[in-house]
């Protein structure tokens, strides 16, 4: 089925660890988002792309990077976790109108 | 920079009980707002949408939302509630013209007693 796969869908990381949460949508949307979802705080934008080569940072990019080599994928790279990014990320894709196709989420602890 | 607001962070309702979730939003120009739900376990699924002539909108499984542009607000609501609706819902807001960020809401946790 069409749709934004998300992997793993589990990962338990040792603090300062590097990782790459990998997304890809086969929609041919061009927008392309990740969000982190933690109790309490809702979903919180870290980057997005409007496409392929142009990547531009949400409200917490902090310790995160991405980029947009081709339009189907969006990988998101922690570049050394901490225990603060312990959360569920989402992916999430769209044509113009934001009307998102999110992936089923990856939950990521950091001990 | 634009913002959402959810009243009600916990909702604890009886099946066939009538449903609002506040909803208010803070930005200055022309806006398209979201409604989206997620189930437990599951990823969030958008139930309905706002760009613009009809500020009563329709979504999925008999939800509705009123947008109200003096008020700033998108309301979400739904005559009877089901067991079945247990979930969170977020509203969400984005400035319209080309491509803008999606800011969501902290979320409303609906739980519906049987």
């Known amino acids: 089925n069409a749709g934004v796969t998300q992997t793993p869908k589990f990962q338990v990381l040792k603090t300062g660890q590097s990782m790459t949460l990998q997304c890809a949508q086969d929609?041919?949307?061009?927008?392309m988002s990740w969000y982190r979802q933690d109790p309490g705080m809702g979903l919180r934008l870290i980057h997005y792309s409007v496409g392929a080569g142009i990547t531009d940072q949400g409200e917490v990019p902090n310790g995160y990077n991405v980029s947009r080599s081709t339009t189907e994928d969006f990988p998101l790279r922690l570049l050394s976790a901490a225990p603060s990014q312990t959360s569920v990320y989402f992916c999430a894709s769209s044509t113009y109108d934001r009307r998102y196709t999110f992936g089923s989420g990856t939950r990521l602890t950091v001990v | 920079a634009q913002s959402v607001s959810q009243h009600n962070h916990h909702v604890i309702l009886s099946e066939a009980a009538s449903l609002e979730l506040g909803c208010n939003y803070s930005?200055?120009?022309?806006?398209?707002l979201f409604w989206y739900v997620q189930y437990p376990g599951q990823h969030l699924q958008l139930l309905l949408k706002?760009?613009?002539?009809?500020?009563l909108v329709k979504g999925i499984k008999g939800f509705e939302a009123e947008f109200i542009k003096s008020k700033f607000s998108f309301n979400l609501r739904k005559p009877s509630v089901q067991w079945s609706d247990t979930a969170e819902y977020f509203c969400a807001v984005s400035n319209s013209g080309g491509y803008q960020k999606v800011t969501f809401g902290i979320g409303t946790k609906l739980q519906v007693i049987p």
């Open positions: 706002y760009f613009s002539g009809d500020p």
């Open positions: 929609m041919n949307h061009e927008y």
């Open positions: 930005y200055g120009g022309t806006v398209n």
